[in-house]
Protein backbone atom coordinates (compact mmCIF):
# COMPACT_ATOMS: atom_id res chain seq x y z
CA UNK A 1 0.00 0.00 0.00
CA UNK A 2 1.33 3.38 -1.18
CA UNK A 3 1.31 6.38 1.47
CA UNK A 4 1.93 9.51 0.70
CA UNK A 5 3.42 12.09 3.47
CA UNK A 6 3.06 16.03 2.38
CA UNK A 7 6.06 18.63 3.73
CA UNK A 8 7.10 21.67 3.24
CA UNK A 9 4.53 23.89 4.59
CA UNK A 10 4.61 27.32 6.42
CA UNK A 11 3.71 30.90 6.95
CA UNK A 12 5.53 33.20 4.06
CA UNK A 13 4.59 36.79 3.06
CA UNK A 14 2.94 37.82 0.14
CA UNK A 15 5.32 37.75 -3.12
CA UNK A 16 7.72 34.94 -1.49
CA UNK A 17 8.10 30.79 -2.00
CA UNK A 18 7.84 27.49 -0.97
CA UNK A 19 8.56 24.43 -2.14
CA UNK A 20 6.66 21.63 -0.97
CA UNK A 21 7.25 17.97 -0.89
CA UNK A 22 5.10 14.79 -1.25
CA UNK A 23 7.35 11.64 -1.03
CA UNK A 24 5.60 8.15 -1.51
CA UNK A 25 6.46 5.12 -0.01
CA UNK A 26 6.08 1.63 -2.01
CA UNK A 27 6.42 1.69 -5.91
CA UNK A 28 5.11 3.83 -7.89
CA UNK A 29 4.29 2.91 -11.02
CA UNK A 30 4.62 4.66 -14.67
CA UNK A 31 0.94 4.60 -14.80
CA UNK A 32 -0.05 6.58 -11.84
CA UNK A 33 -1.03 10.60 -12.12
CA UNK A 34 -0.07 12.49 -9.00
CA UNK A 35 -1.71 15.91 -7.50
CA UNK A 36 -1.73 18.79 -5.26
CA UNK A 37 -5.15 19.74 -4.31
CA UNK A 38 -5.63 22.81 -1.61
CA UNK A 39 -8.20 23.18 1.12
CA UNK A 40 -8.77 27.00 2.38
CA UNK A 41 -10.98 27.28 5.60
CA UNK A 42 -15.03 26.92 5.08
CA UNK A 43 -14.36 26.14 1.37
CA UNK A 44 -14.02 22.49 -1.30
CA UNK A 45 -10.78 21.02 -1.96
CA UNK A 46 -10.00 22.08 -5.48
CA UNK A 47 -7.42 21.06 -8.16
CA UNK A 48 -4.07 23.08 -7.72
CA UNK A 49 -1.55 21.14 -10.78
CA UNK A 50 -0.61 17.78 -10.97
CA UNK A 51 1.70 15.71 -13.55
CA UNK A 52 1.85 11.89 -14.92
CA UNK A 53 4.56 9.91 -13.50
CA UNK A 54 6.08 8.20 -16.68
CA UNK A 55 5.85 10.90 -19.40
CA UNK A 56 5.91 14.18 -16.53
CA UNK A 57 3.03 15.93 -18.18
CA UNK A 58 1.83 18.89 -16.17
CA UNK A 59 -1.69 20.21 -15.68
CA UNK A 60 -2.55 23.14 -13.56
CA UNK A 61 -5.17 25.24 -11.90
CA UNK A 62 -5.72 28.88 -14.02
CA UNK A 63 -5.08 30.38 -10.50
CA UNK A 64 -1.87 29.18 -10.46
CA UNK A 65 -0.45 29.06 -13.78
CA UNK A 66 2.83 30.97 -14.13
CA UNK A 67 3.37 30.95 -10.08
CA UNK A 68 3.35 27.79 -9.44
CA UNK A 69 5.55 24.54 -11.30
CA UNK A 70 4.86 20.56 -10.17
CA UNK A 71 7.70 18.15 -10.56
CA UNK A 72 8.81 14.25 -9.56
CA UNK A 73 12.27 12.53 -9.29
CA UNK A 74 11.19 9.24 -9.94
CA UNK A 75 13.91 7.89 -8.25
CA UNK A 76 13.26 9.38 -4.73
CA UNK A 77 9.88 8.58 -5.45
CA UNK A 78 8.80 12.33 -4.76
CA UNK A 79 7.13 14.95 -6.22
CA UNK A 80 7.68 18.87 -5.68
CA UNK A 81 5.41 22.24 -6.04
CA UNK A 82 7.34 24.56 -6.33
CA UNK A 83 5.03 27.71 -5.38
CA UNK A 84 5.97 31.98 -5.95
CA UNK A 85 4.93 35.12 -6.10
CA UNK A 86 2.85 33.77 -3.52
CA UNK A 87 -0.46 35.26 -2.42
CA UNK A 88 -2.74 35.39 0.80
CA UNK A 89 -5.68 33.49 -1.51
CA UNK A 90 -3.37 30.73 -1.69
CA UNK A 91 -3.83 30.36 2.19
CA UNK A 92 -4.85 26.79 2.22
CA UNK A 93 -3.90 23.09 3.69
CA UNK A 94 -2.30 21.35 0.64
CA UNK A 95 -2.39 17.97 -0.10
CA UNK A 96 -1.30 15.72 -2.37
CA UNK A 97 -2.80 12.58 -4.33
CA UNK A 98 -2.59 10.00 -6.08
CA UNK A 99 -4.49 7.59 -8.76
CA UNK A 100 -3.18 4.42 -11.04
CA UNK A 101 -4.89 5.08 -14.96
CA UNK A 102 -6.78 8.31 -14.60
CA UNK A 103 -8.22 9.86 -17.38
CA UNK A 104 -6.63 13.06 -18.73
CA UNK A 105 -10.30 14.98 -19.08
CA UNK A 106 -11.29 14.19 -15.41
CA UNK A 107 -7.46 15.28 -13.76
CA UNK A 108 -8.71 17.73 -12.18
CA UNK A 109 -11.36 16.07 -9.97
CA UNK A 110 -10.45 14.98 -6.47
CA UNK A 111 -13.20 12.44 -6.55
CA UNK A 112 -10.88 10.72 -9.43
CA UNK A 113 -7.55 10.24 -6.58
CA UNK A 114 -7.64 7.36 -4.76
CA UNK A 115 -4.42 8.09 -2.60
CA UNK A 116 -4.13 10.60 -0.20
CA UNK A 117 -1.63 12.14 2.07
CA UNK A 118 -2.28 14.06 5.71
CA UNK A 119 -1.96 17.77 4.51
CA UNK A 120 0.47 20.83 4.99
CA UNK A 121 -0.34 24.26 5.54
CA UNK A 122 0.02 27.00 4.12
CA UNK A 123 -0.07 30.57 5.06
CA UNK A 124 0.38 33.66 3.46
CA UNK A 125 0.49 36.67 5.12
CA UNK A 126 -0.56 40.32 3.20
Known amino acids: QVQLVESGGGLVQAGGSLRLTCAAS????????MGWFRQAPGKERVFVAAITWGTAITYYADSVKGRFTISRDTAKNTMYLQMNSLKPEDTAVYYC???????????????????WGQGTQVTVSS
Open 26 to 33: GRTFSSTT
Open 97 to 115: AGRQFIRIRTISSRDEYDL
